[in-house]
């Protein structure tokens, strides 16, 4: 089955700085890889993905990479505010989802 | 995501006991899943059900049990067999043949 990496498993960034989560996934056969958005004590919710079709994709500060080669897809989260601290989870897979560990993001003021 | 609904947000049980979490929706969404979060470990996949009166396991589905008798409700049972049943539950969502899956607001198990 799928195996998901994530790292790392926490990330410091001062305010207005950028942050990068990476992951890693091990089946080729994985096309849709989500990122998740958790904040303490509630449930996760989707903030961007990309499919396997596609390199890059931006949504306003955040943006998402894939590189299939390689496999791995990263985030990327710029001018950070203090309420872009959270844990973000990464995904991949075809028909279901794999999740990493997350990471848990500290921005500092 | 306001359309799936789980059911107690806090919920206590004495060990020995079976204890069954809800999940509900109102998306008309096909698939449905149940996933356990323990803290450092991320989301692991206990049971996901695609279709009415079918089922299959996940990764950790030994101690837990499912039903889905109706496309909107997706009732998770930890038995007393699960060793480790403390866990914060989330329930998903996502409607047949896509990927994108919607998570219900958790319920928090503790097993004293």
């Known amino acids: 089955g799928e195996n998901v990496e994530q790292h790392p498993s926490t990330l410091s960034v001062q305010e207005g700085d950028s942050a990068v989560i990476k992951c890693t996934y091990s089946?080729?056969?994985?096309?849709?890889f989500p990122w998740y958005k958790q904040e303490l004590g509630k449930r996760p919710q989707l903030i961007i993905d990309?499919?396997?079709?596609?390199g890059e994709k931006k949504d306003q500060r955040i943006a998402v990479t894939l590189n299939k080669t390689a496999k791995h897809f990263s985030l990327h989260i710029t001018e950070t505010q203090p309420e872009d601290s959270a844990v973000y989870f990464c995904?991949?897979?075809?028909?279901?989802?794999?999740f990493g560990k997350g990471t848990h993001l500290i921005i500092q003021p | 995501d306001g359309g799936i609904t789980q059911s107690p947000k806090y919920l206590f049980r004495k060990e020995g006991q079976n204890v069954t979490l809800s999940c509900e929706q109102n998306?008309?969404?096909?698939?449905m899943y149940w996933y356990r979060q323990d803290p450092g470990q991320g989301l692991r996949l206990i049971y996901y059900?695609?279709?009415?009166?079918?089922?299959q396991k996940g990764d950790i589905a030994e101690g837990y049990s499912v039903s889905r008798e109706k496309k909107e409700s997706f009732p998770l049972t930890v038995t007393s067999a699960q060793k480790n049943p403390t866990a914060f539950y989330l329930c998903?969502?996502?409607?047949?043949?896509?990927?994108?899956?919607?998570f219900g607001p958790g319920t928090r198990l503790t097993v004293t």
């Open positions: 998903a969502s996502s409607p047949l043949g896509a990927n994108e899956q919607y």
């Open positions: 089946d080729s056969a994985s096309n849709y």
């Open positions: 990309i499919r396997s079709n596609v």
């Open positions: 995904a991949g897979g075809a028909d279901g989802l794999t």
């Open positions: 998306l008309n969404h096909d698939a």
């Open positions: 059900s695609q279709i009415v009166n079918d089922f």
